[in-house]
């Protein structure tokens, strides 16, 4: 059953770089019919698409967010991560991975991690 | 790339019926048969509860349904019972880009 867990600091610095890596477990990251994406949540608030990587590299982002985020992945360690540049209070959230569909349930993000909450503060 | 327009609440009996809206655009949801809904209650993680617009996943009951109508999207929850209070999120995937909706609060009376 396939898995993924999201693992990073709980606390980062404003101005800083977020960096977090989504973990994947009971089946491999290079299957053709998937993407992975990044998903964040505002305290309080819903949910926004960060961006998606599919395992050669391919990515696209949030147009909102496209200047301040990288994703990339590492086949070798089943892992993908995030890496959100310059970050402020306002990029406080958890930060969920997710498996997103590309050949099948195309479009639709069906095995989610647990969440990690992140909080931007000196 | 603007949020989908969600109602912020619905509320319904058990055993009742209630509908979701999801409004978009002609460039989104619109234009392509590629739109989810999520199902989140507190402190979780988002379930997956339609995909594709009206089709279920493995598992999920099927008192939810999906359809669509020009640029909106609509989740129907039937026979409604306590667990299904929650919040709802519907998601358009519109050229390799994704869109989430507001989210809707939905209390079972």
């Known amino acids: 059953q396939l898995q993924l867990q999201e693992s990073g600091p709980g606390l980062v610095k404003p101005s800083e770089t977020l960096s977090l890596t989504c973990t994947v477990s009971g089946g491999s990251i290079s299957s053709s019919s998937y993407y992975w994406g990044w998903i964040r949540q505002p305290p309080g608030k819903g949910l926004e698409w960060i961006g998606s990587?599919?395992?050669?590299?391919?990515?696209y982002y949030n147009p909102s967010l496209k200047s301040r985020v990288t994703i990339s992945v590492d086949t070798s360690k089943n892992q993908f991560s995030l890496k959100l540049s310059s970050v402020t209070a306002a990029d406080t959230a958890v930060y969920y991975c997710?498996?997103?569909?590309?050949?099948?349930?195309?479009?639709?993000?069906?095995?989610w991690g647990q969440g990690t909450m992140v909080t931007v503060s000196s | 790339q603007s949020a989908l327009t969600q109602p912020a609440s619905v509320s319904g009996s058990p055993g009742q019926s209630i509908t979701i809206s999801c409004t978009g655009t002609s460039s989104d949801v619109g234009s392509y048969n590629l739109v989810s809904w999520y199902q989140q209650h507190p402190g979780k993680a988002p379930k997956l509860m339609i995909y594709?617009?009206?089709k279920r996943p493995s598992g999920v009951s099927n008192r939810f349904s999906g359809s669509k109508s020009g640029n909106t999207a609509s989740l129907t929850i039937s026979g409604l019972q306590a667990e299904d209070e929650a919040d709802y999120y519907c998601c358009s995937y519109a050229g390799s880009l994704a869109v989430f909706g507001g989210g809707t609060q939905l209390t079972v009376l």
């Open positions: 997710a498996r997103l569909g590309d050949t099948a349930m195309v479009g639709a993000f069906d095995i």
């Open positions: 594709e617009v009206s």
């Open positions: 990587i599919y395992y050669s590299g391919s990515t």
